[in-house]
């Protein structure tokens, strides 16, 4: 027997087999790349992200694979210019796809902004203070600022201002601070002032000019309006109680009561220092005020039921809308307009608002338009299955074209095209 | 002229929003009684009226009823009717005369002046810092209200306003008096429900309104929240039951919602891993590290929070926390209960 022989096929018809399995691994392989791909795709994540790995640095990159919240790994290793390469090859500029998760990691606040006459979606950074713009037409994203303020919980802006606050030894710290000039490194200065302690709420003024905050004194609270920076001050109003939640409109000053299930719950314009009642001693309530006219969109939690309703102006009575959701979930759009957007719950548990706030539940929501000319609801767009998204801070940006909100689940920023 | 003498008794039912006047005439007039609910009513709320009389058989007459001069109803043993109340401060004047078939008659009046409060209050229980919610009264907490009232377009002055505080229907003497629109009173027992009520009027002029507030003592409940080294307490995810993580080191705070203390660092806070008492940190006991190296598996977390300032609160919660599971860090899988898992 010629054992060279044997061996030298054995050998041969053993790399044969070799190469057939690695082909068949290979095309194994491409076909589950591809499922992904897909997979990505639909949910948005073909959108050309800039890298902040090197000098930059950012959380983006110190957390490997990002949060997706279906679980899977986000690649965030796109060039800077990715997008624009692909650009390049149609011709035409892409964008993002209708349903886009704009932060992967946890924010502390957006704002829609206009920046050299062109909208921004600004949001900061929960875990390094630093503040993002994304432009939503085409996805790309920019780190305006360098300056490191850890663990920012809470932020509101505006075209000029950041407000952000933390907490230290168990006391809110709120900062007030300013985007400044780009330096040679491409960021912006990022400079302000620490505003005084024990504020309850704050918010910006759409204009950016001023904020207006409540803080507690010896006895009340008191409602204030200051220079952006904290200084000039001058109160507005006097409350007895300092739990309320505050909104700085263009016209007018509204707060609420802050909300729990079941407990009966007002809201107030304040008019020359005084409290004007928009809605009273509602169950469970919470507030949407239009951001510039007399419109007001309300829910009521009794802790078995929830129930939005409209009321178009303060003199009107309130219209109940076909949809279950709190007035929190809910954004108008911009101008006269009597258009709402809000996240509608798949389902809601008993006690929702207390559960909710608590951290110990967290809903599926589909996006619904309320029209309040007509007192009608619509639904507007479903995610996909296996995407849940709890809306919180939605707001609507000034073309009415866009929503962004935060996703309550993980604190991620989301935004969707409106209009196809 | 014995017929022309008329023997009169006024009957003036007094409220400060409400007047019901009773007229009645030896011989010609009896007495009849107005009666509205709500008592005190509110701006643009149906108010029901209804009469009663023991001079006169109502089911026998003819009723009408008049709301500012203006007939609104009329009809046999009509003894009910509704009407409108106006906006706040806004007189309705109401009349009503009954004649039986003898031609005996009797008629009231009343005087509907719409005002309303609110009851603001808020409780020093805890609450994490910038917390959405409203804090709820636990055991030994005290709760501080604040009236709210308006009788007319113009607002009244509080020292013009005399406010009578009632707590589950007793009044609180010592809280009441004029211009004392704001009160105190400690939370309700235990599982006990307190209903607070202020009565608002005028020392000058008519109205009377009334606002009350219901609450029921929360047991305080212990609430864990994994400590981020990144973003912090992650308040808006609150480990439940079961938790998963990769990581072999854990940090996580514990929150003891509507505790009796505005220092969670000055409650007792007893932990235990696997049934092993852990001594916390002195200065922040609420967070706990833990550090589970090469272990993998399940952990056991138990927790009593209790105060030597307050003997009712005793809080406690058990937690499983399974290190070194693979499907996915804390983050990514949404260690407490991801829906999108």
Redesign the interface.
């Known amino acids: 027997m010629d054992y060279e022989k044997l061996f030298k096929r054995i050998g041969v018809a053993a790399i044969i087999l070799l190469f057939f399995g690695l082909g068949g691994w290979y095309l194994f392989l491409r076909g589950q790349s591809s499922d992904l791909e897909q997979l990505r795709n639909e949910r948005g994540f073909d959108v050309g992200i800039p890298s902040f790995t090197g000098s930059r640095g950012s959380?983006f990159s110190?957390?490997e694979?990002?949060?997706?919240?279906?679980?899977e790994?986000v690649d965030f290793s796109l060039t800077e210019g990715g997008s624009d390469a692909s650009s390049n090859e149609t011709s035409e500029t892409p964008r993002p796809p209708r349903l886009w998760r704009t932060s992967a990691i946890?924010v502390a606040g957006a704002a829609f902004v206009e920046v050299a006459s062109s909208t921004k979606l600004r949001y900061v950074e929960?875990?390094t203070g630093h503040v993002f713009d994304v432009d939503i037409v085409t996805g790309k994203t920019e780190r305006r600022t360098n300056t490191l303020r850890?663990?920012i919980?809470?932020s509101f802006m505006t075209e000029k201002g950041v407000l952000q606050?933390?907490?230290e030894q168990?006391?809110?710290v709120t900062f007030a601070g300013e985007i400044g000039a780009r330096g040679d490194d491409g960021f912006s200065t990022f400079n302000g002032k620490t505003l005084p302690p024990n504020i309850l709420a704050i918010s910006p003024a759409p204009d950016s000019k001023n904020i207006t905050y409540i803080v507690r004194g010896a006895?009340n609270a008191s409602v204030v309006r200051a220079a952006f920076d904290g200084s000039k001050p001058t109160q507005l109003a006097s409350?007895?109680?300092?739990?309320w939640n505050l909104f700085s409109l263009a016209n007018s000053t509204v707060i609420a009561?802050?909300?729990?299930s079941g407990?009966?719950?007002?809201a107030y314009t304040i008019v020359n220092g005084?409290?004007n009642?928009l809605v009273?001693?509602v169950p469970g309530l919470t507030i949407a005020p239009h951001p510039e006219g007399e419109a007001l969109l309300y829910s009521s939690d009794t802790g078995s039921d929830v129930q939005l309703y409209l009321k178009p102006s303060p003199t009107a009575s309130p219209a109940g809308l076909q949809i279950r959701t709190v007035a929190e979930k809910c954004a108008w759009s911009t101008g006269r307009s009597l258009v709402a957007y809000c996240g509608v719950p798949r389902s809601m548990p008993r006690m929702f608002?207390?559960l909710w706030?608590?951290?110990?539940s967290?809903t599926?929501d589909t996006i619904w338009k309320v029209e309040g000319g007509g007192g009608t609801a619509t639904e507007i767009f479903t995610p996909q299955p296996?995407?849940?998204m709890d809306v919180e801070r939605p707001m609507v940006d000034d073309t009415g074209n866009y929503l962004a909100f935060i996703n309550?689940?993980?604190?991620s920023l989301w935004v969707i095209r409106l209009k196809e | 002229m014995r017929y022309l003498l008329w023997v009169s008794l006024l009957v003036v039912v007094m409220a400060p929003t409400v007047y019901a006047q009773t007229l009645f005439i030896d011989g010609v007039s009896r007495p009849l009684t107005i009666a509205l609910d709500p008592q005190y009513p509110e701006p643009g709320e149906t108010v029901r009226l209804s009469i009663e009389s023991s001079g006169i058989d109502l089911r026998r007459s003819i009723v009408v009823w008049y709301a500012n001069g203006r007939e609104i109803a009329r009809g046999d043993d009509l003894t009910e009717a509704t009407v409108i109340a106006g906006t706040v401060g806004q007189s309705t004047q109401i009349e009503v005369a009954a004649t039986d078939q003898q031609g005996i008659t009797a008629s009231a009046q009343a005087t509907i002046i719409p005002a309303?409060a609110?009851l603001?209050?808020?409780t020093d229980s805890f609450i994490p810092?910038?917390?959405?919610?409203?804090?709820?009264p636990g055991s030994g907490t005290t709760i501080?209200?604040?009236a709210?009232a308006?009788f007319g377009v113009f607002?009244t002055p509080e020292k013009d306003l005399i406010f009578t505080w009632y707590r589950n229907d007793a009044l609180v003497q010592s809280a009441s008096g004029r211009g004392k629109?704001?009160a105190v009173f400690p939370g309700p027992l235990l599982f006990g429900t307190d209903t607070i009520r202020v009565r608002v009027e005028r020392v000058v002029g008519e109205g009377i309104t009334e606002?009350s507030?219901t609450?029921t003592s929360q047991d305080p409940q212990p609430?864990l929240?994994e400590n981020h080294p990144?973003?912090?307490?992650?308040?808006?995810?609150?480990l439940?039951g079961e938790a998963q993580t990769i990581e072999s080191e854990l940090k996580i705070t514990a929150v003891p919602?509507f505790a009796n203390t505005r220092?969670?660092?000055n409650l007792s806070y007893e932990w235990k891993l696997n049934g092993t008492s852990i001594v916390p940190s002195p200065t922040e006991p609420q967070t706990l590290t833990i550090d589970a190296g090469t272990y993998t598996g399940p952990v056991r977390v138990d927790l009593a929070i209790t105060s030597f300032d307050d003997i009712y609160l005793h809080a406690v919660g058990a937690w499983n926390i399974l290190f070194g599971h693979t499907?996915?860090?804390v983050?990514?899988?949404?260690l407490?209960g991801?829906?999108?898992?």
Request: aromatic share 10%.
């Open positions: 959380t110190n957390i694979s990002g949060q997706s919240p279906t679980g790994s946890p929960r875990s850890p663990q919980y809470r606050q933390s907490v168990g006391q809110v006895t409350v007895g109680t300092g739990s009561e802050k909300a729990a407990i009966l719950g007002s005084l409290l009642p009273r001693s608002l207390n706030y608590r951290g110990l967290h599926e296996g995407v849940a309550g689940i993980d604190k | 309303e609110e603001l209050w808020e810092p910038l917390y959405n919610g409203r804090a709820l501080r209200f604040q709210l308006r607002p629109s704001s606002a507030a609450y609430l929240y990144l973003f912090g307490v992650l308040y808006h995810r609150a439940q919602l220092d969670v660092s499907a996915g860090s983050l990514q899988r949404g407490f991801n829906p999108n898992e």
